[in-house]
């Protein structure tokens, strides 16, 4: 009986994890989720362009950061993504590096986004939020897959994430930890 139930609290476990990798799903209202990494992302890949805050969606950092903070849509709260994010964006896009994403994409998650900006020949970066060793620049992330360093003055895209809170996950984690409970308190009680 024990043993039973200690199997039963490991695939419990178990299948939290596997329950929490999917893919990207539209929340609807422009929103995608990221379930893998339990973040949304903005579908409008240019949306500072498109809202019309901005003539053509290039914006220095700071510019970046004001845009982002100010965003309401769905009751997020907003902010640049970092580097592994957007690696993590391009992989899931189907990205292969240093092929433009419109060339590689896999269709029905390309399809769930718009207005990614990705050049040909050259380069297209987008702001991130991660940092550099350097206080004048910071880490840019382009749709070739390729990440580099940007002059914060300089002008580049942005895209927009926030993270988001997992319930499943916790309640399934809770649930995994109160029965493991249970069994040690049971042994406790029988060996007595």
């Known amino acids: 009986m024990k043993k039973l139930t200690v199997n039963l609290a490991l695939c ?12 990207l799903e539209d929340l609807g209202n422009g ?10 992302w903005l579908a409008d ?11 053509n969606g290039v914006m220095n950092w700071s510019g970046a950061n004001t ?24 992989d899931e ?4 590096t240093g092929t433009n994403i419109y ?10 986004f718009s207005n990614i900006q990705a050049a040909t020949y050259g380069n297209i970066y ?15 992330f382009d749709f070739k897959g390729f990440d580099s ?22 309640a399934m984690l809770l649930a995994g930890l109160g029965l493991l409970g249970f069994v040690t308190r049971r042994r406790q009680n029988s060996s007595k």
């Not at 991130?128 to 880490?139: A, F, K, L, R």
Request: hydrophobic letters at 35%; charged letters at 10%.
């Open 67 to 90: 845009w982002v903070s100010q965003l309401d849509v769905g009751g997020y709260d907003w902010r640049l993504p970092t580097t592994s994010e957007f690696v993590h964006l391009f």
């Open 103 to 112: 060339t590689t994409h896999t269709n029905a998650p390309f399809a769930l």
């Open 149 to 170: 360093t940007g002059n914060k003055n300089s002008g580049y895209f942005s895209m927009a994430v926030a993270s988001i809170p997992e319930p499943e996950t916790y």
């Open 31 to 40: 929103v995608i989720e990221d379930t893998d990494l339990g973040i949304v």
């Open 45 to 55: 890949a240019n949306y500072s362009q498109t809202s019309g805050y901005n003539t």
């Open 126 to 140: 987008y702001w991130t939020s991660t940092p550099t060793n350097d206080v004048d620049t910071h880490s840019i």
């Open 12 to 23: 419990a476990l178990f299948s939290t994890s596997f329950a929490a990798h999917a893919a």
């Open 93 to 96: 896009l189907g990205g292969v």
